[in-house]
């Protein structure tokens, strides 16, 4: 059974940094395009990152881009998003996912699997 657990969320000063990872269980994690996720509270989620199976290959919500890096080390079957320059808008619970395909989506229903989320808030 495939299981998706994220962690490293928490409270930042705006303008900071924060590093929040994924673990997956289940096999052929590598096999498999991952994304990143938020939503706040009264909106549908929102699309943050996606890469590809073998890491050739990112795509970023223009919100976050040139800020926010995502990444993955399929030897320990493990997604990361590096999140820099943090804004109070940023404020969020955050999902990662595993896509049914290689390549990489930004539409969430290209996703089969998903963590339970870790919150992380920007303070002003």
């Known amino acids: 059974q495939v299981q998706l657990v994220e962690s490293g969320g928490g409270l930042v000063q705006a303008g900071g940094s924060l590093r929040l990872s994924c673990t997956t269980s289940?096999?052929?994690?590598?096999?498999?395009?991952m994304g990143w996720f938020r939503r706040t509270p009264g909106k549908e989620r929102e699309f943050v990152a996606t890469?590809?199976?073998?890491?050739?290959?990112?795509n970023y919500a223009d919100s976050v881009k040139g800020r926010f890096t995502i990444s993955r080390d399929n030897a320990e079957n493990t997604l990361y998003l590096q999140m820099t320059s943090l804004k109070p808008e940023d404020t969020a619970i955050y999902y990662c996912?595993?896509?049914?395909?290689?390549?990489?989506?930004?539409?969430?229903?290209?996703?089969?699997?998903w963590g339970r989320g870790t919150q992380v808030t920007v303070s002003s």
């Open positions: 890469i590809t199976s073998n890491g050739g290959s990112t």
């Open positions: 996912a595993r896509s049914y395909f290689s390549s990489s989506a930004i539409r969430s229903s290209a996703y089969q699997y």
């Open positions: 289940g096999r052929a994690f590598s096999a498999y395009a």
